[in-house]
C-alpha cells in the first residue's frame, strides 16, 4: 500500500465542502439488506466469523434473496485496538490489521475481503471519525483520512462505510467548523469522509454507500417525559434504580430500561455495561442529544483524576463534564433534585397548573432550602425506588408522560445514504419499542438513495434479548412497513438461527415490502387507537401494505409442546433474568428467550383498520359504481416463509392479536362498489 498522498488535497480542500441538496452517489436506492457482526460481537471478531457468516448466507438463500453487504461493525480488526490499547499504524501511517484475528494481518485481510467479494456481496468497511474508537483507544481515523480511505477504498473495494462519531473532540478552525456550526465536530467530519467517497467514485467509478453512525440526525428524541402519577410500586415507569445513600451515580428508569444515552441497565446497581458505554457518546462535542428527557441520570467523579473516564466507566463513576447535551440528570442526595448536571436545573411539580406534570426549574430556584424534593421509598420487589414527592405521599416520579415529539435535521438525508434514527438497540421489548418509534413518522423523509435506520435486527439472538415469536414478528413487519434497512445483527451461522426464522427473513413478500418505493412515502404509524392499537401503513406500486399492531398487553410465555422443558423462571409472572439457557438450536420449536406461545399473557385484543382511514391514493382506489371500498387481502406472515390470500374485504381489516403481536397484510385490487 501506499502512503495516502494520492488522498491528500481531497482531505485539505473538502474541511468545509459539502455535498449539494442531496447525496446522489447513486448507492442505496433500495433500503440495503445484509450482516454486520456490532449487535452480536461487537469488536470480539475473526476472520472465521465473517467466512462462515458469508457461507452461511450464500448457502441459506440470503444473497440470493438480496442482502448482499457484509459489513464491519467496530474496530476489532485493528491491530492494538483492545481496552487500554493504541491502535497500531505503520511508519507511514496505515492502519495496521490485528494479525492473530485476521491471520496474515493486512493481506490476510484482503484476503478474506476478496473471497467474501468473490462470492457475490459488498464489503463493508467501519471508521470512527474522532481520534479514539468508541472503546476510548486512540489512533483511529482523525488526522488519518488519507491513509484510511486508501486502505477502505482503493485497497478493500468497499461499497459501504460506516462511520462513527464517539471520539470526536470540538476543535477550532482550520480543523473544526465555526463556532455555532450546527452539527458541530461531528459533521465537519463526517462531511471530510462523504466527499473522500465522491471523490473515489469520481475516479474508480465506483459506488459507496454512506452511513452516518451516530452524527445527530435527531434533533429531539422521541421519547417519554417525565410526569407525576399516583405511587405505584408495581410500576416499573416508576422505579428508578440508583443509590440513594451515596454520591450520585446511576439513575436508570426501570420501565424502559434506559440510562444515559439510552443504553439499558438490566439490575440495581452501579452504572455498568452499555449505560457506561453510551454516556462515553455525549460527551463528544457533537452538539445534540439521544437521551430520554429526565429519565436517566448520571454523573459523579472520574476516580484515577486523569479527566478521560474511559477506563472507569464501571462502578462508581463516570467522566466529570457529561451533560453538554442538556439531558444527562442525577439524583442530588443533598438537594433530593432530579438535575441537570449541565446547568442545575431540576425537576419540580407545575405548580397551579397540571400537577401531572413536571417542570424544569432554574437552578437558583434548585439551590434554595425548603424547595419540594423528591424522597427515595424502596420498592418491595427489590427492582428499584419510587421517587416520591415530600409534599405529596401519594404522588411520584414516572417516566410515562408525553411523547416529545421528534425532528429529524434534513442535513441527514441530503449527506448520507443511511443513518440512525435512534441509538443502539437492544432486544428488550420497551427498549426495541422506543427504536421502533423512531420510524413513525420518517415515512416523508426516507427516499431512495437515503433511508432512516433504527439499528440492527438482533432476532433470535441467544442470550441477548427477550422478544417472543409473535414480538419478533411485529419488529421485521414494522420494519419492512418503514422501508428501514435490515442488517441481520444476530449469529447467522450454521445451528445458530431457528429454521423458522431464517424463513422469516427470506420471506420473499416482506421483502418485496421492504423494498418497494411508491408516491414519495416509505411508510409509518397512520393511526393510534385507544388500549395501544395501532395502524402502520405504506403505499406499494400496487396497493399498501397494512400492518396491525397490538402493542399493547403483557407477554409471559409457556412452552410448546414437544418443547424440552424450560428452567423454572421461564414461566414466572415476574421480570425473568437473561435467558441463558432458553435459546433452543434452529432443531427445536422455541425461539429466543423463553415465551413462545403467550398462553399465559394478558388476552388477545381485535385490532382493527377501516379503508377509508387509509390515504385513497395509497389503497390506488377504482371506481365501481359505489361508496363501499372493498379490496383484496393478503396475509405476509401466514407462515414464515410464504404468505396467503385472505380473499376479498369490504370497509375494513380487522384481526384478533395477541399482546405485542401483529398482523402484517398487502392490500390490492382496491376499489368502490356496492358490493351485496
Not at 32 to 40: A, K, V
Not at 512 to 534: C, D, F, K, S
Not at 593 to 608: E, G, I, K, L, Y
Not at 615 to 630: D, E, N, R, Y
Amino acid at each position: 500500500m501506499g502512503s495516502g498522498m494520492k488522498w491528500a488535497a481531497v482531505v485539505g480542500a473538502a474541511t468545509f465542502a459539502r455535498p449539494a441538496a442531496a447525496l446522489a452517489n447513486g448507492a442505496a436506492l433500495t433500503p440495503p439488506l445484509g450482516f454486520s457482526n456490532w449487535n452480536m460481537w461487537h469488536n470480539n471478531i475473526n476472520a472465521s466469523l465473517f467466512l462462515d457468516v458469508a457461507t452461511f448466507m450464500k448457502d441459506n438463500g440470503f444473497l440470493d434473496a438480496g442482502y448482499n453487504y457484509i459489513t464491519l461493525g467496530g474496530i476489532g480488526y485493528a491491530n492494538n485496538s483492545g481496552p487500554g490499547g493504541n491502535i497500531t499504524r505503520n511508519a507511514a501511517g496505515m492502519l495496521q490489521v490485528d494479525p492473530v484475528r485476521f491471520p496474515g494481518g493486512n493481506a490476510g485481510m484482503k484476503s478474506m475481503i476478496s473471497t467474501i467479494q468473490a462470492m457475490g456481496f459488498k464489503w463493508g468497511s467501519y471508521t470512527e471519525a474522532g481520534t479514539a474508537g468508541c472503546n476510548g483507544v486512540p489512533g483511529s481515523s482523525e488526522g488519518y483520512e488519507s491513509e484510511d480511505a486508501e486502505l477502505f477504498f482503493d485497497e478493500w473495494q468497499s461499497e459501504y462505510l460506516m462511520i462513527d462519531s464517539c471520539g470526536v473532540k470540538p476543535r477550532p478552525p482550520p480543523f473544526g467548523p465555526p463556532p455555532n456550526t450546527p452539527g458541530g465536530q461531528a459533521r465537519w467530519e463526517m462531511t471530510r469522509w462523504v466527499n473522500l467517497s465522491l471523490e473515489y467514485q469520481r475516479r474508480t467509478n465506483r459506488t459507496v454507500l454512506i452511513h452516518d453512525c451516530h452524527n445527530g440526525c435527531i434533533s429531539s428524541f422521541a421519547g417519554p417525559t417525565l410526569a407525576i402519577r399516583a405511587c405505584d410500586p408495581a410500576d416499573p415507569y416508576q422505579q428508578f434504580q440508583f443509590d440513594p445513600s451515596g454520591d450520585p451515580t446511576s439513575v436508570v428508569d426501570g420501565g424502559f430500561g434506559l440510562c444515559v444515552g439510552c443504553g439499558s441497565q438490566t439490575s440495581a446497581g452501579p452504572l455498568t455495561g452499555s449505560c457506561a458505554n453510551d454516556a462515553l457518546a455525549l460527551n463528544n462535542g457533537s452538539g445534540f442529544g439521544i437521551g430520554l428527557q429526565g429519565c436517566i441520570v448520571s454523573c459523579s467523579h472520574d476516580p484515577d483524576g486523569d479527566s478521560n473516564g474511559r477506563t472507569q466507566c464501571v462502578g462508581n463513576g463516570l467522566p466529570a463534564g457529561l451533560g453538554k447535551d442538556g439531558q444527562t440528570f442525577a439524583f442530588n442526595t443533598t438537594t433530593s433534585m432530579l438535575t441537570r448536571v449541565a446547568t442545575g436545573e431540576c425537576f419540580l411539580p407545575l405548580v397551579g397548573k397540571d400537577a401531572s406534570q413536571v417542570v424544569l426549574a432554574p437552578a437558583a430556584v434548585c439551590a434554595k432550602s425548603g424547595v419540594a424534593g423528591w424522597k427515595p421509598v424502596p420498592v418491595g420487589n427489590g427492582a428499584g425506588y419510587l421517587l416520591q414527592m415530600k409534599t405529596d405521599p401519594e404522588s411520584c416520579v414516572s417516566s410515562h408522560g408525553n411523547a416529545v415529539p421528534m425532528n429529524m435535521d434534513p442535513w441527514c438525508a441530503q449527506n448520507n445514504n443511511m443513518w440512525r434514527s435512534n441509538t443502539d438497540v437492544l432486544q428488550v421489548w420497551t427498549r426495541i419499542m422506543i427504536e421502533v418509534e423512531s420510524m413513525a413518522n420518517q415515512g416523508p423523509i426516507s427516499h431512495p438513495g437515503a433511508w432512516s435506520f433504527p439499528d440492527c435486527s438482533e432476532l433470535g439472538t441467544p442470550g441477548m434479548g427477550t422478544l417472543t415469536w409473535e414480538e419478533s414478528k411485529s419488529v421485521l413487519a414494522l420494519f419492512a412497513v418503514t422501508s428501514s434497512p435490515i442488517l441481520l445483527g444476530n449469529d447467522p451461522r450454521p445451528h445458530m438461527m431457528q429454521q423458522r426464522l431464517v424463513e422469516l427473513y427470506l420471506n420473499k413478500d416482506m421483502l418485496a415490502i421492504n423494498q418497494q418505493y411508491a408516491q414519495g412515502n416509505a411508510g409509518g404509524r397512520v393511526l393510534t387507537r385507544p388500549g395501544e392499537h395501532e395502524v402502520w401503513a405504506k403505499p406499494l406500486t400496487e396497493g399498501a401494505a397494512v400492518v396491525l399492531f397490538n402493542r399493547g398487553g403483557t407477554v409471559i410465555g409457556v412452552s410448546p409442546p414437544g418443547a424440552p422443558p424450560l428452567p423454572a423462571f421461564c414461566h414466572s409472572a415476574t421480570p425473568h433474568p437473561p435467558c441463558v439457557g432458553c435459546f433452543l438450536d434452529d432443531g427445536q420449536h422455541i425461539t429466543a428467550p423463553c415465551d413462545d406461545n403467550a398462553t399465559a399473557s394478558s388476552p388477545p385484543q381485535t385490532v382493527h383498520a377501516s379503508f377509508s382511514e387509509l390515504p385513497p391514493s395509497w389503497l390506488g382506489l377504482k371506481g365501481g359504481g359505489g361508496t363501499a371500498i372493498g379490496c383484496d387481502v393478503f396475509d405476509v406472515f401466514a407462515t414464515p416463509q410464504v404468505g396467503k390470500s385472505l380473499g376479498h374485504a369490504v370497509g375494513n381489516v380487522s384481526a384478533l392479536i395477541p399482546p405485542h403481536g401483529a398482523k402484517f397484510l398487502r392490500l390490492t385490487n382496491c376499489a368502490y362498489g356496492p358490493w351485496g
